[in-house]
T-cell receptor, first 112, second 113 residues
Framework: ELKVEQNPLFLSMQEGKNYTIYCNYSTTSDRLYWYRQDPGKSLESLFVLLSNGAVKQEGRLMASLDTKARLSTLHITAAVHDLSATYFCAVDARQGAQKLVFGQGTRLTINP | DTEVTQTPKHLVMGMTNKKSLKCEQHMGHRAMYWYKQKAKKPPELMFVYSYEKLSINESVPSRFSPECPNSSLLNLHLHALQPEDSALYLC????????????FGPGTRLTVT
């Protein structure tokens, strides 16, 4: 059974700082997704990582995938308050149709 | 149109009621999904439809009954729910082949009394 673990689960940081969220998964997969969720809202797709070594960047966020280590990272550069949200990674368990298994989520709070 | 819509936004129902949740997309996606999300938890997959056929049922209790009448519409019929079924129910869709990300609707917040 595929398990997906994120750490840290809670992250409080100051504006302007850099930090990294880690996503580990237990079985082979080369499809990993990052989503953002604001309180009381739905999920917004951030990145789709489909191969070993994939790196995607959008603004202050950069995501990478190492399929050999079964690890993805979401790096935040020079954080701003607007990035405060819960971030989920999700791995495709690939049972024919797409079956996403989500990590527990990282609740990120960025303080001025 | 890059949107998944869900109705209603909020639903309060008693344990003996029958109600339905509706999800619609007009992006031409042929895979649609139902998720359940409890507070401060990740979404949990309930059902997957691919080309209007049920392809994954994650051992969901029979009081939840999905239906996909056509490629744009997905329903979740609810009957005899329990208070622990109170949650945010999210619908999502994606293109097929399912390499691409899923697009999520705004969700229906369900309270069972």
């Amino acid at each position: 059974e595929l398990k997906v673990e994120q750490n840290p689960l809670f992250l409080s940081m100051q504006e302007g700082k850099n930090y990294t969220i880690y996503c580990n998964y237990s079985t082979t997969s080369d499809r990993l997704y990052w989503y953002r969720q604001d309180p009381g809202k739905s999920l917004e797709s951030l990145f789709v990582l489909l191969s070993n070594g994939a790196v995607k960047q959008e603004g202050r966020l950069m995501a990478s995938l190492d399929t050999k280590a079964r690890l993805s990272t979401l790096h935040i550069t020079a954080a701003v308050h607007d990035l405060s949200a819960t971030y989920f990674c999700a791995v495709d368990a690939r049972q024919g149709a797409q079956k996403l298994v989500f990590g527990q989520g990282t609740r990120l709070t960025i303080n001025p | 149109d890059t949107e998944v819509t869900q109705t209603p936004k909020h639903l309060v129902m008693g344990m003996t009621n029958k109600k339905s949740l509706k999800c619609e997309q007009h992006m031409g996606h042929r895979a649609m999904y139902w998720y359940k999300q409890k507070a401060k938890k990740p979404p949990e997959l309930m059902f997957v439809y691919s080309y209007e056929k049920l392809s994954i049922n994650e051992s969901v209790p029979s009081r939840f009954s999905p239906e996909c009448p056509n490629s744009s519409l997905l329903n979740l019929h609810l009957h005899a729910l329990q208070p622990e079924d109170s949650a945010l129910y999210l619908c999502a869709s994606s293109p097929v082949p399912t390499t691409y990300e899923q697009y999520f609707g705004p969700g229906t917040r369900l309270t069972v009394t």
